[in-house]
Every structure is written in structure tokens, then in C-alpha cells.
């Protein structure tokens, strides 16, 4: 046992930082809104998203969880070096995308880290990679951005005009709007929950299947569900820790938007990231669906020409392009060289 827990340490801690800074920074597209809106208070934030995710991990997050556990590489390659040598390009890669301010998804990170290692280790399910979940990363972000460029010129303006301001004074006389918007929270922080526990959680349960023996990897769920409640506790820590720092709107550097328009993107992307979990199992960019809604709302206001001239904008799709390429070629170079 005591030599099981010495391969297992350093794997599983490097998934519990992983998981702390995920919630960090998953705490604004949840809780943005309703605490700018003065209708939770700060110190209620980390414990109800720490349930939440823990919730959307446990009943929505099976599919995503397989999908990284062993959809793209055979679950008998997440060897303990494998593993640290996944986590620790996902941990680098993202360090590397905060220095310069632009928030990066995790999920297309943790894809490409597992897909690099397979690659060295010839074992990539490349019709998984290629065929399932590089055409969803495309089409989802298409999704968002066409349904909120569509809400933000014909629809949201009547609502808003009727029902809104641009502040949040319209909710002292609307209590529903109140408990509307700490339930959209709730739902953005479950759909995160569904999707990138599983970034964190899924390698280390392969790894621990593998560390016990050939009955576990045959019954792989009990285990997968053992990671996530050692890991999405960590989600509530990271944003206890960090999350207060980032508790402003999400996307201000590309467009001014105001408390409706924020809660109105927040539902959208949470929807399509739970219908990702759900329907495919396919791990999905939170940041992209959020940076490709907050696009269409600056092309309403501003114009193509406008938004895609902006500074923040192209810095956003080099980085998003730059470090999941990152992750893949040093999990490859680093795999290949410790498994030669």
C-alpha cells in the first residue's frame, strides 16, 4: 500500500493544483454576474460552486471522464511517468497563457497533452481526435457566436428595453430576477463541473486502475468516480484562493457588457458545454464558447472591422491556437524520450 500511495503522490498532486487553478478561474464565467449584482455574498461563492461542480462532475461528467480516460489513448499507457509528464505540460501550458493575461482552455490543453504522449507512445485514437472532437471544437464556438449575434440584434434589445437596465437596479423590484440569476449561476458552475473535472480526474483514475491491476481497468467507473471527489473539491479551494480576483465580467477587454448581456452569455455557454458532456463526451473550450459570444456582442456594437482589429482579440485566437500546440509537442518530445 505504502508503495502504491509513493507512485500515486506526485500524479494526483499535480491533478489537485490543476483543479485549484481550473476553479480559479472558472468562478467569474459562474459567479460574475450575481455577485456584481449584490445578490450573494462573497464568502457563499467557493462553497456553492465547489458543490455544484462536484454535482455536474458526479451526474453529467461519465462521458468527458471516459473520453480522457481512455477514448484517446488506451487506458494501460497512463503509466505514473506518463501521467506527470501529461499533467505537467497541461500545468506549464496554462501558466505560460495567465502570464500574458488570456485565459486558455483547459480542456483543449489536457487533449492535446494526452493525444502528444499517445502519438510517442503510437497509440493516438485518431478518428476519436479527429472525426469527434476537433470538428466540435470548431462548430460549438460557431454556435455560440451565431446565436448570440442573433439575440444581441433582434431579440435582447426588446427584452431589455422592457424588463432591464444597464446596471442592476431593475432587481430591487424583481425578486425573481434575483433568484434567476443565482440559479444561472449555479447551472454554469454545474456544466463546468460536467466538462473539466474530468481534465484533472480522468488521468489519475487510469493511472490508479492501472497501479491496482487488471480487475480495475475492467471496472473502470468506481474509480474515475473516487478521482473526481478527491479532485473537484479542489475546484472550491482554487476559487476560495483565487477566485475573488476574478470575479469581474468575463470578456471586458473585448467589449463593455453589461450585467443582462453577461448572464444571458453565461447561460448560453454553460448549455452548449453540458450538451458536450452529455451527447459526446467531448471536452470543451469554456473560455473559446465565452470569447466567441462575447465577439458576436462587440460585432452588434462595434463592427467586424472594429472587433477583429482589436489587440486583445487577436491575442486571444494566437494563444488559443499556441499553447494547446505547446502541450502536444512537449508531452511527445517528453514521452519519447522516458519511454525509449
Keep these: 500500500m505504502s508503495e502504491l500511495l509513493n507512485v500515486l503522490t506526485i500524479p494526483f498532486l499535480l491533478a489537485m493544483f490543476l483543479a485549484m487553478n481550473m476553479g480559479g478561474s472558472g468562478t467569474a464565467p459562474a459567479f460574475s454576474a450575481a455577485y456584481g449584482a449584490d445578490v450573494i455574498k462573497r464568502t457563499m461563492i467557493p462553497g456553492l460552486f465547489g458543490i455544484m461542480v462536484l454535482a455536474g462532475a458526479l451526474i453529467a461528467g461519465k462521458q468527458v471522464s471516459l473520453t480522457l480516460g481512455k477514448g484517446l489513448l488506451e487506458q494501460s499507457f497512463f503509466t505514473p511517468v506518463n501521467t506527470s509528464i501529461i499533467l505537467l505540460a ?15 482552455s483547459t480542456s483543449q490543453t489536457t487533449v492535446l497533452a494526452i493525444s502528444g504522449a499517445a502519438a510517442a507512445l503510437e497509440g493516438l485514437n485518431t478518428r476519436k481526435l479527429f472525426y469527434e472532437i476537433i470538428p466540435t471544437w470548431i462548430i460549438l464556438p460557431i454556435i455560440a457566436f451565431v446565436i448570440m449575434l442573433v439575440l444581441a440584434k433582434w431579440v435582447l434589445p426588446m427584452l431589455k428595453a422592457k424588463f432591464f437596465t444597464d446596471d442592476y437596479s431593475h432587481l430591487k423590484e424583481h425578486p425573481l430576477l434575483k433568484a434567476m440569476l443565482i440559479v444561472s449561476s449555479m447551472y454554469v458552475a454545474f456544466s463546468i463541473g460536467a466538462n473539466n473535472v474530468a481534465n484533472a480526474a480522468a488521468p489519475i483514475a487510469s493511472l490508479t486502475a492501472n497501479e491496482i491491476g487488471q480487475n480495475s481497468i475492467s471496472n473502470f467507473l468506481p474509480i474515475i468516480i473516487l478521482s473526481v471527489l478527491i479532485v473537484a473539491p479542489c475546484f472550491a479551494i482554487g476559487s ?9 465580467a468575463n470578456g471586458k477587454e473585448i467589449v463593455d457588457v453589461n450585467p443582462f448581456y453577461a448572464t444571458i452569455i453565461a447561460t448560453l455557454v454553460a448549455s452548449l458545454l453540458l450538451a458536450a458532456s452529455l451527447f459526446k463526451g467531448i471536452p470543451t473550450s469554456l473560455v473559446q464558447l465565452n470569447g466567441a459570444a462575447f465577439i458576436a456582442l462587440s460585432i452588434r456594437k462595434h463592427g467586424w472591422k472594429k472587433t477583429f482589429g482589436n489587440a486583445t482579440v487577436k491575442r486571444f485566437f494566437t494563444v488559443w ?10 508531452t511527445y518530445i517528453l514521452t519519447d524520450l522516458l519511454n525509449s
Design 240 to 248: 476560495s484562493l483565487l477566485g475573488h480576483k476574478v470575479t469581474e
Design 321 to 330: 491556437g499556441i499553447a494547446p500546440v505547446f502541450a502536444f509537442i512537449l
Design 90 to 104: 497541461v500545468a506549464l501550458s496554462l501558466f505560460f497563457a495567465n502570464l500574458i493575461g488570456v485565459p486558455q
